[in-house]
């Protein structure tokens, strides 16, 4: 799971699953909208607000630099603050210094603006709004939230009363106060919501992960209770009887070839056991393995429609293709992304015909060249009744998954065709 998470961004967009989807669009809008809020709120003002002296074009025109280098300063560190977030990784040592170094520049423009009256006072006041959000993005990222206000309500405290030190406007100060505010709480917002929302997508991921290694791990224990149940009292028999027929050789008794037959005889019990609990364990009855994948599948909220139009097929076909939709559901389930999946078995020509179809391309190999083990299992389980086995990607924009299988029942003993 961890390896899978961080190279996620070397992996197409069609082989992500839900929650690397959102992250990755979350990760764009972050990137894209700390460009156009700081910027747009900085150059629409700069473009009307600056005064036309050379001191105020200058210092107009190091903000902007000052402004993009805190831009691509916030877009560098974002993934490294999310990592930290989510906690994947810690945050590097020393990660706030540039942008805080930036942020104070930013801010020391603004008050040279304001003190020169290089532009008026709305300018400065959205320079300084500007100024804060890249900074606000990554520290509420990487703070408790309750620091974070605490922090935030401070700084607008100070950048306020240098404001207001430099233009000495009652309501210019109480404007500057409430925008410095609006900006911090704006950009604990939009990086905690976010952020928040990827938190419990993965968790759900993880969980999901960690239902399927349990059921895997539960068939494993029910098997391991019924061979225990099986051959614990006959090993033990054949133990002791062994035991007992060593003892009466040493002392020559006739008893001892008794004992062995019957040791013999309880190890070819227990072969006859173990194959029927074998078979009861691969057996897969059809009907319920339809029912349990429709069950399944809409448990997992993947819309499942489900049409069986065979009735009284071979027990040794229902088998093969029992394993086949069990096989087909947990892929459709760990591997793939799917919203919807259509299961059809209809009879066709003499042969039934199992369709498994999903709109969601599952990792790896899509050839169907069974590059897979589930798939090699399968194919070797449909060649027991003269069965076939296809797999691939289909569809003009190669976004769905189909698999079909095909048992002719000509060839199944006792069944016409």
């Not at 399927?212 to 133990?239: P, Q």
């Amino acid at each position: 799971m961890t390896g899978r998470i961080r190279n996620w961004q070397r992996r197409h967009w069609r082989e992500r699953g839900k929650a690397e989807r959102v992250e990755l669009y979350t990760v764009v809008s972050w990137y894209v909208s700390v460009w156009i809020f700081s910027l747009g709120w900085l150059l629409l003002p700069l473009g009307t607000g600056l005064g036309h002296r050379p001191v105020a074009v200058v210092l107009g025109a190091l903000l902007v630099g000052v402004s993009a280098l805190q831009c691509a300063a916030s877009t560098r560190l974002t993934r490294p603050a999310l990592d930290h977030y989510l906690g994947r990784a810690r945050l590097p040592a020393g990660a706030h210094r540039l942008p805080a170094v930036l942020l104070a520049l930013a801010l020391a423009l603004d008050l040279a603006l304001s003190a020169l009256h290089a532009a008026d006072a709305m300018t400065v006041r959205w320079a300084v709004s500007a100024g804060l959000l890249p900074f606000g993005l990554l520290y509420g990222l990487t703070v408790p939230v309750t620091v974070f206000l605490r922090r935030s309500a401070l700084l607008a405290a100070l950048v306020t009363g240098a404001v207001w030190l430099t233009d000495r406007d009652g309501a210019g100060l109480l404007a500057t106060g409430v925008m410095a505010l609006f900006q911090a709480v704006f950009a604990l917002f939009a990086c905690r919501t976010g952020a928040w929302t990827l938190s419990v997508l993965w968790e759900a991921e993880r969980a999901r992960e960690a239902e399927a290694r349990l059921a895997v791990a539960e068939e494993r224990l029910r098997f391991g209770r019924d061979l225990h149940d099986v051959l614990g009292r006959n090993l033990s028999v054949i133990s002791l009887k062994s035991e007992l027929a060593v003892q009466l050789a040493r002392r020559g008794r006739p008893e001892a070839v008794e004992q062995m037959i019957e040791v013999q005889r309880v190890a070819q019990e227990s072969q006859r056991e173990v194959r029927a609990v074998v078979r009861g364990y691969r057996a897969a009855d059809l009907g319920t393995e339809l029912a349990g994948a429709q069950g399944v599948l809409a448990a997992a909220g993947i819309d499942c429609a489900v049409r069986a139009e065979a009735p009284g097929l071979p027990a040794e076909v229902q088998s093969a293709l029992g394993w086949v939709v069990r096989e087909a559901t947990t892929n459709v389930l760990r591997h793939g992304d799917a919203g919807r999946c259509d299961v059809g078995l209809s009879v066709r020509e003499g042969r039934v015909v199992l369709t498994v179809e999903n709109d969601g391309v599952p990792d790896g190999p899509h050839d169907g060249g069974g590059g897979g083990t589930g798939l090699a299992g399968l194919r070797e389980r449909l060649a027991a009744v003269e069965g076939t086995l296809e797999a691939g990607v289909v569809g003009t924009a190669r976004d769905r998954f189909r698999l079909v299988a095909r048992v002719p029942l000509a060839r199944v003993e006792g069944v016409a065709p």
